[in-house]
């Protein structure tokens, strides 16, 4: 017996309803469901795949990955585009020359420069970094490592006799130049 549906096919239905449908195509109902809304079953339920051919991971040479990026304008579209080479240029150190020979300027993506293992567990770069800022959170937002780092090691008084005094500094030369 077929009952009235609002939808007229199992993919209208789908796309309004995609957690419903993931439910019943879970719990094996979608057969139930084309029967009593006389819904077509698809032939194929879930994520098409793309196309292209896979290639052995000894093809991506240096060469092929200088050739295969000759079409990307900016850094930021070889990622978007092809990630797999990305990570195999990463992963094998290629990128600086390659950024070299294309002419991009490498940076990373926090902007911030990475600090070698146990530089915050030395006082002195700590109390350092703590002078660049004026505030407790700007401080935090710009150096979490060196914010825990304080907190961790029980420097936070000192750093916030530190920051006061950074905070009044800037406030003396602002209403110096008054």
């Known amino acids: 017996m077929k009952e009235y549906s609002p939808y007229k ?8 309803y995609p957690s419903m449908y993931a439910k019943a195509l879970k ?38 990955i200088i050739k295969l ?3 990307y304008s900016n850094r930021g579209d070889w ?7 990305y990570r195999i240029a990463k992963e094998e150190g290629w990128l600086d020359e390659i950024y070299a020979l294309r002419g991009w300027k490498r940076n ?23 002078r660049k800022h004026k505030v407790k959170r700007f401080w935090k937002k710009a150096s979490p490592a060196s914010y825990k ?21 800037w406030m003396d030369e602002i209403y110096q130049n008054l």
């Open 149 to 169: 780092a304080a907190y961790d090691r029980g420097l936070m008084a000192k750093c916030e006799i530190i920051l006061e005094e950074s905070f009044q500094k």
């Open 108 to 130: 990373n993506v926090s902007g911030r420069i990475k600090k070698p293992k146990k530089f915050w567990d030395i006082d002195k770069n700590i109390f350092d970094e703590c």
């Open 69 to 71: 990026i000759t079409q």
């Open 9 to 16: 096919s199992l993919a209208e239905w789908r796309k309004d």
């Open 27 to 64: 719990v094996g109902w979608i057969d139930e469901l084309c029967e009593t809304f006389g819904f077509n079953k698809q032939k194929k339920t879930g994520v098409k795949k793309h196309n292209r051919k896979r290639r052995p991971r000894s093809y991506w040479t240096k060469e092929n």
């Open 79 to 85: 990622v978007t585009h092809d990630a797999t080479t």
